[in-house]
């Protein structure tokens, strides 16, 4: 099976038709500069893995052969910039359950909670 990945767009597996021309390109950039007229904004796209020609659907699998057409994006700890938030992590992560079963000692417990002030008369 032929995979056709582009130089411009490195995590996409897609082309586009453009109506205006009828041509196929990468990108609307790659559009822009090969063609001297204005561009129209692609209804169809061709799967990268398999060649099929399709209306375009962001974000969704190949009708054909199922495979995503761009690269999927994962929210592990990338350089620090990953997902943090408990609730949208993965349950096999196992960052997502660290410390939830520490104990708080009595001494924290006492230190957090107002402290009462003492009238002197």
Known sequence: ??????VDIT???RWFRFPCCG??????????DAEDH??????????????KEQPFALEKPCNA????MTKSRSAFWEGGKGCRD????NRDDARKYAN???????KAQEKAKPTKKKDSK
């Open 11 to 13: 995590k996409s597996f």
């Open 65 to 68: 052969c199922h495979q995503l």
């Open 86 to 89: 408990k609730t949208k992590m």
């Open 23 to 32: 041509k196929c390109y990468p990108c609307d950039v790659c559009h822009d």
């Open 1 to 6: 099976m032929v995979q056709v990945r582009f």
């Open 100 to 106: 939830t079963n520490k104990t708080i000692s009595r």
């Open 38 to 51: 204005l561009m129209t904004i692609a209804n169809r796209m061709i799967c990268g893995h398999c060649c």
